[in-house]
């Protein structure tokens, strides 16, 4: 196939142009008022202009995203593996340009933006294995038996299909990872879906650039620029941008990560279309940790130091981040309490993502602090809102403190208030008189990504009837260690019960992520000329199928009936 002529490479270009991306091109609307990104370790706007979407670009997008499925489907997986490969070298290419603009965006330090990046990357080249191996399709074939009485059995052929255009919707606190090529949108692009994205007020040069890396990537390699849009979208078009995406008739499906009330309001959309789609939300997740009795007893001051470090690294600002830790009230977790108490005193302010998040987090500290039963441990003078004499803002770094509350089983469990996220630098112990207690708190928090639990020898006992509780709460449950840092693999699942997640039936990590954005179809007596590659007897694929109820990998022969 010839590869039409490449746009200037990624590494070249000289920044965001502020303008949405349409079909590989920028697209200007001059009548948007322009939003512009703060840089949240100043306190201070950053220079470029960003025009929010039209709706008629937003339109414009869905309607090309819906020509690009029709081009895309007749496209072998290898193509779509050499798509997501030459997307990750784009992102490589674009080198430190990249991570300054997003540093400045987020005020996230430059090695975990690294990291990041290169767990982008690696999404989407572990992704392109799958696409390559091509068993993720489920391919199912039962065949015909004429013979059968008292009727013939007919021959039907199974596999997945993607569902058509993806609205996906960047991330706050992820700007590589759960944005612009994040897991939603590259596991969309793997299963055959073109790709429309919101990209996020807070990081929208970082998105941008990134969009460059997938508009050049897919001149390169042929497939047409329908196939992917960046909509920019800030000011007073934000909100609307999502709520035209999600009713777009050509929109066929959805990701995203944010706010429970904001996935919640967007997934009641998506269910009362005319003719409703899937809508994937992930949303607020409170990771309770559990420290059981021998453990406090034995490697409490470790327990004490990991946690510290997982609830706080980058501000507290992941979706993994341990929110609750539970303990039996004694001597040990006496010292536990006392020494994390100790560490979370000792931590300098840390830059958050935005002023928006770090006042919603002051204010969500400040509730649980004024709830009666409850206790703050840190010191309450550094989570006062700030703000200047004049009642606004004031100008300078948008830190805020890590926060320890302390209080009773009791006192959670006659408390709903207390079972919310707090997106933010905070843990609230909650002691509990016995280990029946803390069972019935395990039952009683909402739907989370992770609960984790530390144990020792003597604990295996308590420590079982915990996981049976909490494999109805949580979506992965984690021993002896922290759930910050989501490992890409095969096994993991990122997801989990409401609120974590609308859909507690499938992960946002992994490859099972593809099966997201599409459905099986069922092929009875179907000719092979018109079936797809993966059910024809031949299996040019060569992929793993289910025939006849037994896993198989070559073409379809007499021998193996």
């Not at 206790?375 to 200047?388: Q, V």
Request: glycine letters at 8%; hydrophobic letters at 40%.
């Amino acid at each position: 196939m010839t590869s039409a002529p490449t746009a200037e490479p990624p590494a070249r270009r000289k920044g965001p142009t502020g303008w949405s991306i349409l079909e590989g091109q920028t697209e200007e609307a001059p009548q948007v008022q322009p939003f512009k990104a703060i840089d949240p370790s100043r306190g201070e706007p950053l220079p470029i202009g960003y025009h929010s979407a039209t709706p008629e670009q937003v339109d414009r997008a869905c309607r090309a995203a819906w020509v690009a499925l029709h081009e895309v489907r007749r496209r072998s997986p290898e193509h779509r593996a050499g798509l997501l490969e030459a997307i990750a070298a784009n992102i490589l290419e674009l080198g430190p340009s990249l991570i300054n603009v997003a540093a400045q965006e987020t005020g996230l330090p430059e090695q975990r933006l690294l990291a990041e990046r290169e767990r982008t990357t690696g999404t989407l080249l572990r992704f392109a294995e799958v696409v390559r191996e091509g068993s993720w399709v489920r391919a199912a074939i039962d065949r015909a038996d004429p013979e059968r009485q008292p009727r013939p059995k007919p021959d039907v052929r199974r596999v997945l299909r993607s569902l058509g255009p993806v609205a996906v919707f960047g991330a706050s606190n992820f700007p590589l990872a759960y944005s612009t090529m994040g897991t939603d949108a590259a596991s969309a692009l793997a299963a055959g879906c073109p790709v429309i994205i919101k990209g996020h007020p807070l990081h929208p040069g970082t998105g941008e650039l990134v969009a460059w890396a997938v508009v050049d990537a897919l001149q390169a390699t042929g497939f047409p620029q329908g196939m992917f849009a960046f909509l920019h979208a800030g000011g007073q078009r934000e909100k609307a941008i999502g709520e035209e995406l999600v009713k777009h008739p050509f929109v066929r499906a959805a990701g995203f990560t944010g706010s429970q009330a904001g996935g919640t309001a967007l997934a009641d959309l998506a269910r009362a279309r005319p003719d409703p789609i899937p809508f994937f939300a992930e949303m607020g997740s409170t990771n309770p940790a559990f420290l059981l009795p021998s453990a406090a007893a034995s490697q409490g001051e470790a327990v004490a130091h990991l946690l510290t470090e997982s609830i706080t690294a980058f501000a507290g600002q992941q979706c993994t981040r341990p929110g609750l830790l539970f303990m039996i009230d004694n001597e040990d977790a006496s010292k536990v309490l006392n020494e994390l108490t100790r560490r979370f005193n000792t931590l300098p302010d840390q830059v958050m993502l935005a002023p928006r998040i770090r006042d919603a987090y002051l204010r969500r500290v400040l509730g649980w602090a004024g709830v009666e039963g409850v206790e703050l441990k840190t010191d309450p003078k550094r989570l006062a809102t700030p703000r200047a004499k004049d009642g606004s803002a004031p100008k300078g770094p948008v830190s805020g403190a890590a926060a320890l509350l302390r209080t009773t089983s009791s006192t959670f469990l006659s408390n709903d208030t207390l079972h919310d996220e707090v997106f933010g630098p905070a843990v609230l112990v909650v002691l509990c008189p016995d280990e029946r207690a803390m069972a019935n708190a395990a039952a009683s928090i909402q739907g989370t990504l992770t609960a984790s639990m530390f144990f020792a020898a003597d604990d295996r006992n308590t420590a079982r009837r915990l996981v049976s509780v909490l494999e109805h709460r949580a979506g992965r449950i984690v021993f002896n260690g922290v759930p910050t840092g989501v490992e890409v693999c095969e096994a993991m699942v990122h997801g989990g019960p409401f609120p974590a997640t609308n859909r507690p039936d499938t992960t946002a990590v992994g490859p099972l992520a593809l099966e997201r954005w599409c459905r099986p179809v069922a092929y009875q007596n179907g000719p092979g000329a018109l079936l797809p590659p993966e059910l024809r007897d031949d299996n040019p694929a060569g992929i793993r199928r289910r025939v006849d109820g037994k896993w198989r990998s070559g073409p379809l022969s007499d021998d193996e009936a």
